[in-house]
């Protein structure tokens, strides 16, 4: 069996992983939205969700991918997805800064795991766009730990990062279905 085949799987895996992404990243987005900042039981619960559908979207990858490439990197995205679920989980109830500062946090640290993620498999298509979802996540983290220090800071920025992050993985999962389309044409 040639790399080929599993190349293909992966980025086919990938494709369907990418548009559940986007989906769920919007309807999370609008519901953030729509809470506000009101950090009651449905607020804390909405922000411990989004690590953990990271963590089960990088458990999906990593089934998707180990038979193609290292995956040690998604380990390592999974580790800090469910130290940030728990982090919210212990903040959520103290306040929007403490929200802020590990939503900040994991933001960086996983927006750097998807740029070496991103640069990594650029051979399977499709990946600018999480390589520069990835880099965007970086700054996007440092802004919101800076935003917990001052006054009025709000959870709403979370729904347009959500919003943005769910684009980029759109427009990967359109740019995999061309790729896969033009090395099935070749």
Do not use: C, H
């Not at 730990?145 to 959870?155: I, M, N, R, Y």
């Amino acid at each position: 069996m040639t790399t080929t085949v599993p190349a293909a799987d992966v980025a086919s895996s990938l494709r369907r992983l990418y548009f559940v992404r986007f989906g769920f990243a919007v309807v999370w987005a609008a519901l953030v939205f729509a809470t506000g900042s009101d950090l009651g039981p449905a607020g804390v619960a909405l922000l411990v969700l989004y690590p953990v559908f990271d963590v089960v979207a990088a458990v999906v990858d990593v089934r998707a991918s180990k038979a193609a490439q290292s995956v040690s990197v998604l380990y390592v995205n999974i580790a800090i997805s469910l130290l940030a679920a728990v982090g919210l989980a212990v903040v959520g109830s103290g306040g929007i800064a403490g929200v802020l500062r590990v939503w900040g946090s994991w933001a960086v640290v996983a927006g750097a795991v998807q740029l070496v993620v991103g640069v990594r498999r650029r051979a399977l298509g499709g990946q600018w766009p999480m390589i520069l979802s990835g880099g965007i996540s970086v700054l996007a983290g440092a802004s919101f730990v800076l935003q917990s220090t001052k006054d009025g800071a709000s959870l709403t920025n979370l729904a347009g990062y959500a919003t943005l992050g769910g684009i980029f993985f759109l427009v990967s999962a359109l740019r995999l279905g061309r790729a896969r389309r033009r090395a099935e044409l070749a």
